[in-house]
């Protein structure tokens, strides 16, 4: 029986009445052979009962753990939807991710089965099993590779060969309780080594219900998603995974970052979630193309910037201006948007904070950005800014059914359907991360991030655990300092740091052939700081922080805790 996202116990229960609801309409669209395909709801649902009976074949059992290694491609989400249609529990990860990662996801989880895309991945996958308790099988999308006498191989068209039953498949789905456990997502780890977060049916289905009710006012029907962020990611997996799709909108995967703007061109979406470098990237691009050519067009673009920050932030413009404005609309803005696909109804920004003055030039030039917040810990979205309630200062307002309060230190807690049901054999950071605050009776999620409530909108101020003390006694908070020198032209990424020292100093990774302006950076964000906040010295970088170097997480943050142990010299030497 066809069941709306509030109805819906599974999360492939939610997939499969889509499909019994529109069996042709399109669901994912992806490259492959050097072309676009799409494939229909329909056609998804029979993979995904083909794949879970592959998987029941080979043994996998309800409450197995299996290890989901994949670019972004169909395969990737048909392997999530059937394994957690068997009762079995997805584990997603990172194929940026290294055989130690691996090994430590695969010791912890106690997964025996390892679906991967590539040969590469296979042989990271078993070098981490290798290394932590074995694997007893493992799937290849692609051509089975060579592997050890002990681990079993299969190619996944061996696997999904023959034809399911997918009513009957359908049918058990249909039984699945909410509180069954769906995946374990290991968060990205800024910090140490990353805990499975045991997220439910339960969890992600409030998610989707809630942020449903927002998207559907944005009134697109048949609309497209382009899938940016990897489906491994909380976000992603919850949002281009399961939301999308329930909104009716078709999902794009991108082919990657260096393929996005032609993307936007050749598909046209209406929404898409990234990271703010990307933004910043791109901002960068625009302006050194247009300082290049200089003359009349850069003035104009100058002034769309100007008018358009005036009608954000005030005063309002007077007449002459708005004549002005609207001129500039058709002779700058229009082509902006057109860059983006001309039907953008938003840029979601999400992963870390979003410089308001970045958010700010884009929405200046007629393209929505909006912010929203939220952990893995809280199946992932919390909060979020919507195209007509937009402030780019904040990250928005708590989704529908999602209550948040502070703690007496400013920590941001926040309750219900949504909130994890804890770390996966990790007793003590679940004791830490779900307990009961004083003067209250129920368990709320303490974030660990410091955050201030105005107007019912949430505005984070930092994380927690990353405030440092100067030698003074005073706390600072890095993540603004840290954003706004990733906001400056000359600068690609920076870490403040200032613990027992007697004033901060920060680590600056510089933009291209922009070293040698890299003071003047610090100095127009220091003309911004308070007097305790301002950066006393400051030392660049040759080497940027990367995911190769274990200095980034897979989405993108930078590893804090990391970057200051390997550079613990050059801090040294700045106090």
């Not at 709801?41 to 299996?66: H, K, T, Y």
């Not at 996801?105 to 590539?118: N, W």
């Not at 029907?221 to 009716?248: D, I, K, Q, W």
Request: charged fraction near 25%; hydrophobic fraction near 45%; include cysteine.
């Amino acid at each position: 029986m066809p069941q709306t996202v509030e109805q819906a116990t599974s999360l492939p229960g939610l997939i499969f009445s889509l499909a019994i609801q529109a069996p042709d309409r399109p669901m994912l669209g992806f490259w492959r052979d050097g072309a676009w395909h799409r494939m229909s709801r329909g056609e998804f649902c029979q993979q995904v009962a083909n794949l879970a009976a592959g998987l029941r074949a080979q043994g996998v059992m309800p409450g197995d753990r299996v290890l989901l290694v994949s670019e972004n491609r169909p395969e990737f989400m048909i392997a999530d939807n059937a394994i957690m249609a068997i009762g079995a529990v997805t584990v997603p990860t990172y194929v940026t991710n290294t055989v130690l990662d691996h090994a430590h996801i695969l010791r912890d989880s106690g997964a025996r089965v390892a679906i991967v895309s590539t040969d590469m991945l296979a042989v990271r996958v078993i070098g981490g099993a290798a290394r932590a308790h074995g694997l007893d099988l493992l799937i290849c999308m692609d051509e089975p590779p060579p592997t050890p006498s002990e681990t079993r191989s299969m190619h996944w068209p061996e696997l999904s060969a023959t034809p399911a039953d997918l009513a009957m498949l359908i049918a058990e789905v249909e039984q699945i309780p909410a509180g069954r456990l769906a995946c374990l997502i290991y968060t990205s780890g800024t910090g140490g080594n990353p805990k499975g977060v045991m997220l439910p049916h339960r969890s992600m289905l409030a998610n989707c219900a809630s942020a449903k009710r927002l998207i559907d006012q944005i009134g697109v029907r048949n609309g497209r998603y382009l899938s940016f962020l990897p489906l491994s990611h909380s976000y992603e997996h919850t949002v281009g995974g399961f939301l999308m799709p329930a909104c009716g909108y078709q999902v794009i995967f991108s082919r990657g970052a260096d393929k996005l703007l032609a993307e936007f061109a050749e598909h046209r979406p209406h929404l898409i979630t990234t990271v703010p470098r990307l933004f910043e990237v791109i901002r960068e691009r625009m302006m050194a193309a247009l300082e290049k050519e200089g003359g009349l067009r850069l003035k104009l673009f100058q002034r769309a910037i100007a008018l358009g920050l005036r009608k954000l932030d005030g005063p309002p413009l007077g007449l002459f201006e708005r004549l002005q404005d609207a001129v500039l609309d058709r002779l700058v803005r229009a082509k902006v948007r057109a860059r983006f696909g001309g039907e953008i109804e938003a840029l979601v920004s999400g992963g870390a904070r979003l410089d308001p003055e970045l958010s700010g030039f884009f929405m200046a030039l007629g393209v929505t950005i909006i912010q929203g917040y939220g952990q893995s810990e809280a199946g992932p979205v919390i909060s979020v800014n919507l195209p007509w309630d937009n402030d780019r200062r904040s990250v928005g307002k708590p989704l529908p059914a999602v209550e948040v309060r502070l703690a007496e230190d400013g920590e941001l807690l926040v309750k219900g359907a949504l909130v994890m049901d804890g770390y996966w054999n990790n007793p003590e950071a679940t004791a830490q991360a779900l307990r009961v605050p004083p003067g209250e009776s129920e368990i709320w999620l303490h974030t660990g991030d410091v955050a201030e409530l105005r107007e019912g909108r949430i505005h984070i101020t930092d994380r927690k655990r990353d405030f440092f003390k100067l030698k003074g006694g005073d706390m600072v908070a890095p993540s603004k300092i840290e954003t706004m020198l990733a906001g400056e032209p000359e600068v690609a990424q920076a870490v403040a740091a200032g613990e027992g020292m007697t004033g901060v100093v920060a680590l600056i990774v510089p933009a291209e052939g922009q070293a040698e302006r890299v003071g003047e950076a610090v100095k127009r964000v220091n003309a911004r700081l308070s007097n305790i906040e301002r950066i006393r010295r400051f030392r660049t970088l040759p080497e940027a922080f990367t995911v190769e170097n274990g200095l980034l997480t897979p989405t993108m943050k930078i590893k804090r805790r990391q970057v200051l142990e390997r550079h613990s010299e050059e801090l040294a030497g700045l106090g």
